[in-house]
């Protein structure tokens, strides 16, 4: 370790973020107050933490609590904290560097637009940085809890590429930061304006928040928070506002909640919880291994953070605090995974999000802004938790072709309301997208009837209809396989009497395509397309085939099943067509057409592209004369 004055510069993602605060965060920028004061105050919550189990931490300071000083004169805004502060190590790696990973591709992603910079990096959480937006030069003593005095160390940067680190003496644990205001900043440094922010940000932090005007005439200290952790009151004592900057508080997150649920449980198992949802996913929200869960405490001290045991992976976005009266205070990760208690707990916090939704999907507006934001996580959650399916089902958004546009806001209930007397299926169809989805042969005759089709073309929608293949007794139905069957279509036999019907067509595009199809039927799903492909039931669909052999795996060949549209007039020339040579390769063209119109790659493309010249060249009065 070295004593002298150390010049290091900041990680690069560092030095963006910096930028792109200052410049996009300037019209919010007292949040810099709330983000001191949280760190304070986690601060003062770690050192509790450690403390029992290693008391001589506290020594004779154990009052622990946060106080700003304010100097008019000097400009200075400092936020002071008893707390477990920070080795020179930490205090490098704390404040030089961002540890969390897919930093550099979310600074990517920052326009310049400051609306848009600054939505973005509300998602991401601001934090210790936002001192600059309205600090020209920020500084930073600290010593660590259990070091001499002689480890402190301080920190100093003006934001611009790098900061300095030297050792200093500090008699006092914890940290010391010191805002040199800019220029048109110095409201920062007036008493008033700070007490009422303080009142505004930080009056739920649990510990006691001072505010001492230096210079100022009878100067007097003050508590100026209430001091009580939020989630310890009773729900009719908080208002709306506290509870929305809680949530920024614990999520460093500067937009509003969409919605929260604050519950005491009492009997067996006690504990509190405060649930909230926030308004946007973070930007690591599909990185799955990126921290996530609730913040422990056990009888309002601070255990940990992060304790991803109390909700299921995919609530990975909903934040809050869990205050346990039951678990053992040394509760460490291992034993908590194994506390007895912990199975029930987690299955309440569940449901209790699971209800929350519900009554947020109440209000359509509302619950299209969160479906936006997690619906997909929620189709994961679908796929995964299984004891909380038919609570997940009705939380299901879809577009359908009832829309008339690609916008996921119906749920199956609304389906079912739609659907006609006598439906007894639901309709589905897995495509690339949405233009693919809606203009496929495969929902023509489904949708000439008036019958509605869901339009599934998110990846995960594979997988979701491998789980989801019943809703209120309803089975979902993929169109695109061989057994659909329509309502008021007559009985099952009409297939094999249709089939009958046209015999010889069917025998001798079967001939001509037999090494690239199953079999050839006549169709009972097409109106405008001549020809469409399906699957037979034993299957993959091709969309799950599709997505399996672009991820690179292996699958077996199997040959799809060709429906023809008899109607069409491009299957009255076919059937009409003696040529051998031109019957073969207009049945290849439709079969290719039909590949193509389902969104799948073709086998060989420069083939059907010569079939496809040859026979325009060769077809000119003929074609013309059939199609008009
Ligand atoms: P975040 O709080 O979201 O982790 P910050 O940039 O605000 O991000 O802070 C980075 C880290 O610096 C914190 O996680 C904490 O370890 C450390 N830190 C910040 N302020 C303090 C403080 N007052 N006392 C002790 N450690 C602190």
Same mark, same amino acid.
Do not use: W
């Given at each position: 370790m070295s004593d002298k004055r150390e010049t290091l510069g900041f990680q690069t993602e560092v030095r963006q973020l910096l930028q792109l605060m200052i410049h996009s965060l300037y019209s919010n920028k007292e949040i810099f107050l709330r983000e001191l004061i949280s760190n304070a105050s986690d601060a003062a919550d770690k050192l509790r933490f450690e403390a029992l189990a290693n008391p001589e931490l506290l020594a004779d300071d154990t009052d622990l609590g946060i106080s700003i000083e304010v100097d008019k004169e000097a400009r200075t805004l400092s936020v002071v904290d008893n707390g477990i502060g920070m080795s020179r190590d930490e205090l490098i790696d704390n404040l030089g560097t961002i540890a969390k990973s897919g930093t550099a591709e979310f600074l990517q992603q920052m326009t310049?637009?400051?609306?848009?910079?600054?939505?973005?990096?509300?998602?991401?959480?601001?934090?210790?940085?936002?001192?600059?937006?309205?600090?020209?030069?920020?500084?930073?003593?600290?010593r660590r809890a259990g070091l001499g005095v002689d480890a402190a160390v301080r920190w100093e940067s003006a934001g611009e590429g790098e900061f300095t680190i030297e050792n200093i003496e500090r008699e006092d644990r914890g940290t010391r930061v010191t805002l040199h205001l800019k220029e048109d900043e110095s409201e920062f440094a007036e008493s008033f304006r700070i007490e009422s922010l303080i009142r505004k940000y930080s009056d739920h932090i649990g510990f006691p928040v001072s505010l001492t005007a230096i210079g100022e005439e009878d100067a007097e200290t003050k508590v100026v928070n209430s001091a009580t952790a939020l989630w310890t009151?009773?729900?009719?004592?908080?208002?709306?506002?506290?509870?929305?900057?809680?949530?920024?508080?614990?999520?460093?997150?500067?937009t509003d909640p969409l919605t929260w649920s604050h519950n005491r449980v009492e009997g067996k198992r006690e504990y509190t919880s405060l649930l909230y949802i926030p308004g946007a996913a973070p930007f690591d929200m599909w990185n799955r291994e990126v921290p996530r869960g609730l913040k422990l405490y056990v009888q309002r001290v601070f255990i940990m953070d992060d304790a991803e045991q109390f909700l299921p992976l995919y609530l990975r976005f909903v934040k809050g605090v869990v205050d346990s009266s039951d678990l053992p205070l040394n509760i460490s990760r291992e034993l908590l995974q194994q506390n007895p208690d912990l199975a029930a707990m987690r299955g309440a916090l569940t449901r209790r999000v699971l209800d929350m939704l519900k009554k947020v999907a109440g209000d359509k507006d509302s619950y299209q802004k969160f479906w936006g934001e997690f619906g997909q996580v929620l189709k994961e959650g679908f796929v995964e938790d299984h004891a909380n399916k038919d609570k997940l089902a009705k939380l299901l958004r879809f577009a359908t072709t009832h829309n008339g546009n690609?916008?996921?806001?119906?749920?199956?209930?609304?389906y079912l309301q739609r659907a006609k007397e006598g439906?007894?299926?639901i309709y589905y169809i897995l495509a690339e997208n949405y233009a693919t989805a809606v203009a496929s042969p495969h929902i023509e005759q489904l949708r000439s009837r008036g019958i509605e089709v869901l339009l599934l073309t998110d990846r995960i929608d594979a997988w979701l209809t491998?789980?989801?293949? %019943?809703?209120?007794? $309803? *089975?979902l139905v993929d169109v695109a396989? =061989?057994?659909?069957?329509?309502? !008021? %279509?007559?009985?099952? $036999? *009409?297939?094999?009497?249709?089939?009958? =019907?046209?015999?010889?067509?069917? !025998?001798?595009?079967?001939?001509?395509l037999?090494?690239?199809?199953e079999a050839v039927n006549v169709s009972r799903r097409l109106v405008d397309s001549p020809a469409c492909v399906v699957a037979s039931d034993q299957d993959l669909n091709p969309q799950v085939r599709r997505m399996l052999e672009a991820s690179g795996q292996e699958l077996p060949d199997s040959k799809p099943i060709l429906e023809i549209n008899v109607e069409h007039p491009l299957m009255t020339r076919l059937s009409g067509e003696a040529d051998d040579g031109r019957f073969g390769a207009l049945s290849n063209i439709v079969l290719d057409h039909a590949l193509l119109a389902e969104g799948s790659q073709l086998a060989n493309p420069a083939e059907y592209v010569r079939r496809m010249n040859d026979f325009l060249l060769n077809s000119g009065d003929g074609a013309d004369s059939e199609s008009s």
């Open positions: 310049g637009d400051k609306k848009h910079d600054a939505h973005l990096i509300g998602q991401f959480g601001v934090g210790f940085y936002s001192a600059f937006i309205v600090a020209d030069k920020v500084s930073v003593e600290t009151r009773s729900r009719s004592d908080v208002t709306e506002d506290e509870y929305k900057e809680f949530y920024k508080h614990l999520s460093h997150d500067f690609d916008t996921q806001d119906q749920s199956l209930d609304d439906q007894e299926k491998d789980s989801l293949t %019943e809703f209120e007794g $309803k *089975a396989r =061989e057994a659909l069957h329509i309502p !008021e %279509e007559g009985d099952e $036999k *009409a297939q094999d009497k249709l089939n009958d =019907e046209h015999k010889s067509l069917l !025998e001798k595009i079967q001939g001509a037999s090494e690239r199809v």
